[in-house]
Nanobody, 127 residues
């Protein structure tokens, strides 16, 4: 099993930056495809960014964040980060880290594909 703990959320002004981090416990972190999702009040959980497991490093992004957000992973530290730049009020949400056990080039983007979830961290962008 994998346990995920997010950190780094907070309040930021429009145009600012935040870096979210997800720390994973358990074995074989490198064999998990990882992703960040977010959920705003009254809205469904949506995919933000994903990265494939060790041997590929492929990434995918939601169109709304492409060019502003960067996902990365450090398998030695069992962490996956989300660097968020040029934030706007539409980025306000609870951000969740998710893990799916798969080795290869796949980057999963649908919530049902993920086995493990963190408890989330709040990001608020003020105008």
């Amino acid at each position: 099993q994998v346990q995920l703990v997010e950190s780094g959320g907070g309040l930021v002004q429009v145009g600012g930056s935040l870096r979210l981090s997800c720390a994973a416990s358990g074995r074989s972190f490198s064999t998990y495809s990882m992703a960040w999702f977010r959920q705003a009040p009254g809205k469904e959980r949506e995919f933000v960014a994903g990265i494939s497991s060790l041997f590929a490093g492929n990434t995918e992004y939601n169109d709304s964040v492409r060019g502003r957000f960067i996902i990365s992973r450090d398998n030695a530290k069992n962490t996956v980060d989300l660097q968020m730049n040029s934030l706007n009020p539409e980025d306000t949400a609870v951000y969740y880290c998710a893990a799916a056990r798969v080795i290869g080039t796949a980057v999963f983007t649908a919530p049902h594909q993920f086995n493990y979830w963190g408890q989330g961290t709040q990001v608020t962008v003020s105008s």
